[in-house]
């Protein structure tokens, strides 16, 4: 008995030929855009870590050290920090619900009034580094939200400072700095509140104006 198998062929037209081979190409170049999007974006360690080594390096700058330097260490230090530390953000969530109340102007006075805060309060306690390690023990990244967990020696003790970030258009910026379990955003935001019920929202760029010029 004989068995005849019969030849099936195909044929495509050229057109169709090359619509399935621009299917193909689209279907490749889809999978691979998570990829290239995660090569291409720095992780918010990744960002942090410059910032926090250029603050380092002009802190033990002998050439700017001293009260004579001051403003000189001060505009540095601020120049680098506003890369990386949002303070529109911050300003926003200090204020609270009262914040979308206020004009463009006011919001931006508030802004200028608290980075200048910010910048007497705590930059003044940074010009003491003496050399102590920044130890970086990890992050937590949740959608646009990121926590990176730090610890830096101080006097044999090892403090814990979490930055806590967001990120905008692939920039991941600091909004809140997290000491010791303090949130220094929270810590503001209660104190402005009672004023703010008080005192209003003058009241409390009256009272930022004042506590700026003790530190001159």
């Known amino acids: ?8 062929t195909v ?8 619509k399935y081979v621009n299917i193909l190409l689209v279907l490749v170049f889809c999978s ?3 990829v290239a999007s995660a090569l291409a974006v720095p992780g918010p360690t990744e ?6 080594q ?8 002998p050439s700017i050290k001293g009260e004579e330097h001051k403003e000189e260490r ?12 949002d303070f529109r953000e911050m300003s926003h969530r200090v204020i609270g619900r009262e914040w979308k109340n206020l004009s463009q102007e006011q919001q931006d006075s ?28 990890g992050e937590r990244i949740k959608d646009d939200r990121a926590i990176v967990s730090t610890r830096i020696e101080n006097n044999g003790q090892l403090i814990p400072v979490d930055y806590i970030m967001i990120n905008k258009e692939a920039r991941w910026m600091v909004y809140d700095i997290n000491i010791e379990g303090v949130s220094l955003v929270r810590n503001y935001m209660e104190q402005f509140k009672s004023i703010l019920r008080r005192d209003k929202f003058d009241g409390l760029v009256k009272l930022l ?3 700026n010029r003790t530190f001159e």
């Open 54 to 61: 250029i603050l380092i390096d002009i802190l033990i700058d």
């Open 110 to 137: 508030f802004q200028v009034l608290f980075t200048k805060l910010l910048e007497n309060a705590y930059i003044g306690k940074f010009e003491s580094y003496s050399g102590q390690e920044i130890q970086y023990m």
């Open 209 to 211: 104006e004042e506590k």
């Open 1 to 8: 008995m004989k068995i005849y198998v019969q030849k099936i």
């Open 32 to 34: 691979l855009l998570p």
């Open 74 to 85: 001060r505009a540095k230090i601020m120049g680098h920090v506003t890369q990386r530390f």
């Open 47 to 52: 960002q942090l870590r410059p910032t926090l």
């Open 11 to 18: 044929k495509f037209k050229e057109d169709d030929v090359m």
